[in-house]
C-alpha cells in the first residue's frame, strides 16, 4: 500500500511494546526512576507536580572516563535478595493499560480498547473503524492516548500524534529492538511503526488483476459524492423539520383522543376481565358447597364406619375364636380323612422287593422305572395301580383344598391325565396311565406318569413338604398321609349324618311316620346344607317322595302313608337287608346291590 493511500479505515490494531515510565537513556535498569526528559509528548498533569527521587544507582550519574557499566553488582548477594530485586524491577514497570483513538478536534474518543492487565508487552485486540463515517474513515491523521493504572488510579501515560502516511514498514514484531513506549501499528498490508527504522515491504506474490478504467473511477468518485449530497441533503430536511416541530404550538388533542381511546381499551379489558372473574367465582363457589356436602357426607359415613368398627369390636374376640375352632375343626377332619384314605387305600413296603418299592392296596407300583416289553399281566398289574393312585389324588385335592396343575380323571386301570398348560393341539392333551403298545403310546404314558407325579408333588408342597424325587410315587402318597394324618390331639368322630340322611322309607319294619321322625331328630344335629338336613325339613316334596316310594296307596296331599311298606312288595332303596351302601352322601339314586333305581 502506498504511503499516500493510508487511511485511518485500513487500521485493525494496536501494538505496545517495552513499557516505560521514563526514557532511560542507556542508564541502568535501576535507574528508571529518574525524572529524565522525554521526547514524545508528555501528558499534562492536573494534580501535584511530580517529586524528585534518588537514583537506586550505586554508582554516580556523571559519565567517568574509561567508565564500564559492571552487571555483577548482584552476584555476590543472597538469592532472596535477588530475587525480591528482579520483583521490584518487574513491579516498577509493569502496569494495566488501555488506549484510546481521537480524531480531530473532537475530544470524545472514536474507539476505548480493553483493559489489559499487568504487563509490560501488550497486544490490544483488532478492531474495525470501517463503519464510523467518511470523516474519520478517510482521515489519514490521528492521537493515540495511552491510560495506565500502577497504583490506584489511572493517569494519562502517553500522547502521540499519529500520521499513517508517515509510518515505517516492519514486517513483523520479531527480531528487533524496540525502545521504550514503542507503538506498532497493524494496518492491512503490514507492521508499521514511527520509532523504528523503515523496512522495504517484500513484494506479494499474486496475479496480476485487471484495474478499473478511469471513466469507471470517476463514476465511481460521482456516485460517493452523490451519496454524501444525499446525506447531508437528509440531515438539512431533518434539521428543518425538527426547527418547524419546534416553533409549532404542540397540539393535545390527538394525544388526547389516542390516551381517551387506549383507556377505553383498557376498561373493556377490565370488564371482561371481571366477568370472567365472577364467573369463576360462581364456579368456586358450587364447588366448594359441593365439596362441603361431600365431606358432610364422608364425615357420616367415618361416624357411621368407626360406629361398625366398635360394634365390630365386640364381636371380633368371639369370630377368632370361632376362626380357630373352625381351623382345628377342619384340620381334625383332615386327619380323619386321611387316615380314612390310608387305610382304604393301604399303602405297604414290598417285603421281597428293591428299597423304597411299595404296595397301594395289594398291587404293586415300581418307581418309575419299569420294563416295557413286559408281558400284558404286568402292564394290567401297572394301570391298576396308576389307577389307585389316580383315584387317591383326586381325593386329596378336594380334602386338602389344593387344586391340581393337571387334571386328573380317575376311572380305574383305564385313568387319564390332561395337560392343559404345556403348547399342545387341544386333541392331545389327554394322555393315558396305561399301555395301549406302540412307541407313541409309550411315550405318552410316561408323560402321564410325569405329570402324575407332578401333582403328588405340588400336594406335597402344599402341606409343607420337600420332595426329594418326584419318581417316588408311592413313598411321596405315604409320606404325604402320613404328615397330614399326624397330630398330638385324638382324631375327632365322624359328625351324624351321611347316608343315613338320604333313607325315605322305612327301616326293619319301622313305619314312614317314625322314620320321618327320626330323621328329622338326626337332622336337628347335622350341619346345615348336608343332606340330613334337607331329609329333615319335613317339607311337602320329602313326603310326596315318600309316598310315592312307598306305594301307590298314598294320598295326593304328600301326607306320609299309613300302612307299612313292606305289605306293598315294593323293595325301598336302602334296605339294609338287601342293600349295600357307598361313600355318596348327596344326590345318590341308585341301589348298588339290588339294580333298582
Given at each position: 500500500?502506498?504511503?499516500?493511500?493510508?487511511?485511518?479505515?485500513?487500521?485493525?490494531?494496536?501494538?505496545?511494546?517495552?513499557?516505560?515510565?521514563?526514557?532511560?537513556?542507556?542508564?541502568?535498569?535501576?535507574?528508571?526512576?529518574?525524572?529524565?526528559?522525554?521526547?514524545?509528548?508528555?501528558?499534562?498533569?492536573?494534580?501535584?507536580?511530580?517529586?524528585?527521587?534518588?537514583?537506586?544507582?550505586?554508582?554516580?550519574?556523571?559519565?567517568?572516563?574509561?567508565?564500564?557499566?559492571?552487571?555483577?553488582?548482584?552476584?555476590?548477594?543472597?538469592?532472596?535478595?535477588?530475587?525480591?530485586?528482579?520483583?521490584?524491577?518487574?513491579?516498577?514497570?509493569?502496569?494495566?493499560?488501555?488506549?484510546?483513538?481521537?480524531?480531530?478536534?473532537?475530544?470524545?474518543?472514536?474507539?476505548?480498547?480493553?483493559?489489559?492487565?499487568?504487563?509490560?508487552?501488550?497486544?490490544?485486540?483488532?478492531?474495525?473503524?470501517?463503519?464510523?463515517?467518511?470523516?474519520?474513515?478517510?482521515?489519514?491523521?490521528?492521537?493515540?492516548?495511552?491510560?495506565?493504572?500502577?497504583?490506584?488510579?489511572?493517569?494519562?501515560?502517553?500522547?502521540?500524534?499519529?500520521?499513517?502516511?508517515?509510518?515505517?514498514?516492519?514486517?513483523?514484531?520479531?527480531?528487533?529492538?524496540?525502545?521504550?513506549?514503542?507503538?506498532?501499528?497493524?494496518?492491512?498490508?503490514?507492521?508499521?511503526?514511527?520509532?523504528?527504522?523503515?523496512?522495504?515491504?517484500?513484494?506479494?506474490?499474486?496475479?496480476?488483476?485487471?484495474?478499473?478504467?478511469?471513466?469507471?473511477?470517476?463514476?465511481?468518485?460521482?456516485?460517493?459524492?452523490?451519496?454524501?449530497?444525499?446525506?447531508?441533503?437528509?440531515?438539512?430536511?431533518?434539521?428543518?423539520?425538527?426547527?418547524?416541530?419546534?416553533?409549532?404550538?404542540?397540539?393535545?388533542?390527538?394525544?388526547?383522543?389516542?390516551?381517551?381511546?387506549?383507556?377505553?381499551?383498557?376498561?373493556?379489558?377490565?370488564?371482561?376481565?371481571?366477568?370472567?372473574?365472577?364467573?369463576?367465582?360462581?364456579?368456586?363457589?358450587?364447588?366448594?358447597?359441593?365439596?362441603?356436602?361431600?365431606?358432610?357426607?364422608?364425615?357420616?359415613?367415618?361416624?357411621?364406619?368407626?360406629?361398625?368398627?366398635?360394634?365390630?369390636?365386640?364381636?371380633?374376640?368371639?369370630?377368632?375364636?370361632?376362626?380357630?375352632?373352625?381351623?382345628?375343626?377342619?384340620?381334625?377332619?383332615?386327619?380323619?380323612?386321611?387316615?380314612?384314605?390310608?387305610?382304604?387305600?393301604?399303602?405297604?413296603?414290598?417285603?421281597?422287593?428293591?428299597?423304597?418299592?411299595?404296595?397301594?392296596?395289594?398291587?404293586?407300583?415300581?418307581?418309575?422305572?419299569?420294563?416295557?416289553?413286559?408281558?400284558?399281566?404286568?402292564?394290567?398289574?401297572?394301570?391298576?395301580?396308576?389307577?389307585?393312585?389316580?383315584?387317591?389324588?383326586?381325593?386329596?385335592?378336594?380334602?386338602?383344598?389344593?387344586?391340581?396343575?393337571?387334571?386328573?380323571?380317575?376311572?380305574?386301570?383305564?385313568?387319564?391325565?390332561?395337560?392343559?398348560?404345556?403348547?399342545?393341539?387341544?386333541?392331545?392333551?389327554?394322555?393315558?396311565?396305561?399301555?395301549?403298545?406302540?412307541?407313541?403310546?409309550?411315550?405318552?404314558?410316561?408323560?402321564?406318569?410325569?405329570?402324575?407325579?407332578?401333582?403328588?408333588?405340588?400336594?406335597?408342597?402344599?402341606?409343607?413338604?420337600?420332595?426329594?424325587?418326584?419318581?417316588?410315587?408311592?413313598?411321596?402318597?405315604?409320606?404325604?398321609?402320613?404328615?397330614?394324618?399326624?397330630?398330638?390331639?385324638?382324631?375327632?368322630?365322624?359328625?351324624?349324618?351321611g347316608v343315613r340322611g338320604l333313607w325315605a322309607g322305612r327301616l326293619k319294619g319301622r313305619s314312614v311316620a317314625d322314620d320321618g321322625a327320626s330323621v328329622s331328630t338326626s337332622g336337628s344335629r347335622s350341619r346345615p346344607g348336608s343332606a340330613d338336613s334337607e331329609a329333615a325339613g319335613g317339607g311337602r316334596q320329602r313326603e310326596q317322595l315318600m309316598g310315592r316310594v312307598a306305594g301307590k296307596g298314598g294320598r295326593e296331599n304328600g301326607s306320609a302313608p299309613s300302612s307299612d311298606a313292606s305289605t306293598m312288595g315294593l323293595p325301598l332303596p336302602f334296605d339294609e337287608n338287601i342293600s349295600k351302601l357307598s361313600l355318596r352322601t348327596k344326590g345318590l339314586r341308585e341301589n348298588v346291590g339290588g339294580g333298582h333305581t
Open positions: 500500500m502506498l504511503p499516500q493511500n493510508r487511511r485511518l479505515r485500513h487500521l485493525q490494531g494496536v501494538y505496545l511494546r517495552n513499557l516505560s515510565f521514563t526514557r532511560p537513556h542507556g542508564r541502568a535498569t535501576d535507574d528508571l526512576e529518574a525524572d529524565l526528559p522525554s521526547t514524545k509528548l508528555q501528558p499534562l498533569h492536573d494534580g501535584p507536580p511530580p517529586q524528585l527521587h534518588h537514583a537506586h544507582s550505586s554508582e554516580t550519574l556523571l559519565t567517568r572516563a574509561n567508565a564500564r557499566r559492571r552487571s555483577t553488582n548482584l552476584n555476590n548477594v543472597s538469592p532472596i535478595t535477588r530475587q525480591k530485586q528482579l520483583e521490584y524491577t518487574v513491579e516498577s514497570r509493569a502496569a494495566d493499560v488501555f488506549f484510546s483513538l481521537h480524531c480531530g478536534a473532537n475530544e470524545d474518543p472514536i474507539y476505548i480498547s480493553e483493559v489489559c492487565d499487568r504487563a509490560i508487552h501488550f497486544n490490544f485486540r483488532f478492531f474495525d473503524l470501517s463503519q464510523a463515517g467518511p470523516s474519520i474513515t478517510r482521515n489519514p491523521q490521528f492521537i493515540i492516548k495511552i491510560w495506565a493504572k500502577r497504583q490506584l488510579s489511572w493517569s494519562l501515560l502517553l500522547t502521540e500524534q499519529v500520521d499513517l502516511r508517515s509510518l515505517n514498514y516492519l514486517g513483523t514484531l520479531r527480531n528487533h529492538q524496540f525502545p521504550p513506549n514503542c507503538l506498532v501499528f497493524h494496518l492491512l498490508d503490514g507492521l508499521y511503526s514511527v520509532d523504528l527504522s523503515s523496512k522495504k515491504p517484500e513484494p506479494k506474490q499474486a496475479p496480476a488483476l485487471p484495474t478499473s478504467s478511469y471513466n469507471a473511477l470517476m463514476k465511481l468518485s460521482n456516485l460517493d459524492n452523490s451519496i454524501q449530497d444525499a446525506l447531508a441533503t437528509r440531515e438539512t430536511l431533518t434539521a428543518q423539520i425538527n426547527s418547524i416541530l419546534e416553533r409549532t404550538p404542540p397540539n393535545a388533542v390527538p394525544q388526547a383522543q389516542e390516551s381517551a381511546l387506549l383507556a377505553s381499551k383498557y376498561v373493556s379489558t377490565q370488564t371482561r376481565a371481571l366477568r370472567i372473574a365472577q364467573a369463576r367465582r360462581a364456579d368456586l363457589q358450587t364447588s366448594i358447597a359441593a365439596r362441603r356436602t361431600a365431606i358432610q357426607e364422608g364425615r357420616a359415613a367415618q361416624a357411621k364406619a368407626a360406629e361398625d368398627v366398635q360394634h365390630a369390636q365386640s364381636k371380633l374376640p368371639a369370630s377368632r375364636s370361632l376362626l380357630a375352632s373352625t381351623r382345628e375343626s377342619i384340620h381334625g377332619q383332615r386327619r380323619r380323612i386321611c387316615e380314612d384314605l390310608a387305610r382304604i387305600f393301604p399303602i405297604i413296603p414290598n417285603p421281597t422287593g428293591a428299597p423304597l418299592s411299595f404296595h397301594i392296596c395289594g398291587v404293586a407300583l415300581p418307581n418309575t422305572d419299569y420294563d416295557p416289553t413286559s408281558s400284558s399281566a404286568t402292564e394290567d398289574s401297572l394301570s391298576a395301580g396308576l389307577g389307585l393312585v389316580a383315584q387317591l389324588t383326586h381325593a386329596l385335592q378336594f380334602y386338602l383344598s389344593v387344586p391340581l396343575p393337571y387334571a386328573v380323571s380317575p376311572f380305574g386301570s383305564r385313568s387319564s391325565i390332561r395337560d392343559d398348560i404345556s403348547l399342545l393341539p387341544d386333541s392331545q392333551r389327554e394322555f393315558p396311565l396305561f399301555l395301549r403298545g406302540g412307541a407313541t403310546a409309550q411315550y405318552r404314558f410316561d408323560y402321564a406318569w410325569f405329570l402324575l407325579n407332578k401333582d403328588i408333588e405340588a400336594l406335597c408342597v402344599a402341606a409343607g413338604l420337600k420332595v426329594v424325587d418326584i419318581r417316588h410315587t408311592l413313598p411321596n402318597l405315604k409320606y404325604l398321609l402320613y404328615v397330614c394324618s399326624a397330630g398330638r390331639d385324638e382324631v375327632p368322630d365322624r359328625k351324624r349324618g
